[in-house]
């Protein structure tokens, strides 16, 4: 019997697929991409209790040397004086009175300078504030 | 002479679609930041209720946080910052009993903004673990600012 000739078959990586997985990491990078409003390098202090922030929250920032940035959760944070933070705080409420505010404070801030933050939210009546944390870890004890 | 006409199968081509997804990919891995956000909840009170009951200091549990890394509960000694996990033992057996008791942290003007946030961080853990054990609502925490803290007499 005579064996037909051997057909030499052009060798190719199959891409069908290709497309179907980028399209699904697409996918699951538009699911977990947060545009941060601020991006700003500080010592946050560290608490076991946390909970995630909402999106679109409002920002106030106090860096170690007390500089003020806030951020209405849309817009990227912008210097601010500390005794406009009430105009900003009443601007925040009249458009949504229960918009979450959170402090994103330095470890090493005094309290007197959240504390007149705290006394100007109250006058805006700010409701919901949540305090920015690091995740507290364990020490152990090596003896 | 008759020509032979091709037949070719209508397609839509698709050889540049992996090209344009991995450019998006490449741009939403650049742009994106896996949230790591998380902080402590805390609700300011408001001052427009009706009822506004002025707390005597002794109906309530008052934790004062001092300037100098040192904090005090009721009329307790001072204690090291460091140490205020004692502070939920201290807390447990008086919340437990009556949960509705307010909690008062006076902070120093010049204490340490990680001072407050380490008696909060304390106090917020009982909260979840009488939630978990005895199914009750929020404990009532007040952190008065300090013009508060004057008018009140909480000093």
């Known amino acids: 019997m005579k064996i037909g000739k051997t057909r030499a078959v052009d060798a190719y990586i199959p891409t069908a697929s290709m497309a179907d997985i980028a399209f699904l990491l697409i996918v699951f990078f538009m699911i977990t991409t947060v545009f941060q409003v601020d991006k700003t390098v500080l010592v946050l202090p560290r ?61 090493n801030v005094k309290w007197h300078t959240v504390d007149q933050i705290l006394d100007q939210l109250g006058q805006a009546h700010a409701k919901n504030l949540q305090f920015l944390t690091d995740l507290k870890v364990k020490q152990e004890k090596f003896e | 002479m008759k020509l032979e006409k091709k037949k070719s199968n209508p397609e839509i081509p698709t050889s540049s679609m992996a090209d344009i997804a991995f450019l998006l990919i490449v741009f939403f891995m650049l742009t994106t930041v896996i949230s790591a956000t998380k902080g402590i909840e805390h609700q300011l009170p408001q001052q427009d209720k009706k009822t506004t009951e002025n707390i005597e200091k002794e109906d309530s549990i008052y934790i004062k946080v001092n300037a100098d890394n040192t904090f005090t509960v009721d009329k307790e000694a001072p204690a090291s910052i460091d140490g205020v996990g004692m502070l939920k033992d201290y807390l447990y057996p008086k919340l437990s009993n009556n949960w509705k008791k307010p ?38 925490i007040t952190i008065p600012t300090q013009a508060e803290a004057e008018t009140w007499g909480y000093q």
């Open chain 1, 47 to 107: 608490s076991d209790v946390r909970s995630e922030v909402v999106k679109g929250s409002a920002f106030i920032v106090v860096t170690e040397g007390g500089f003020l940035k806030v951020s209405d959760g849309k817009e990227d944070t912008h210097p601010i004086d500390q005794s406009d933070v009430l105009s900003f705080a009443v601007d925040l409420m009249s458009k949504n009175s229960e918009q979450p505010i959170v402090l994103k404070v330095d470890h």
């Open chain 2, 103 to 140: 909690i008062i942290i006076y902070v120093n003007p010049e204490a340490k903004y990680e001072s407050m946030i380490a008696v909060l961080d304390v106090v917020k853990q009982l909260e979840a673990q009488l939630i978990k054990e005895k199914n009750i609502p929020n404990l009532t």
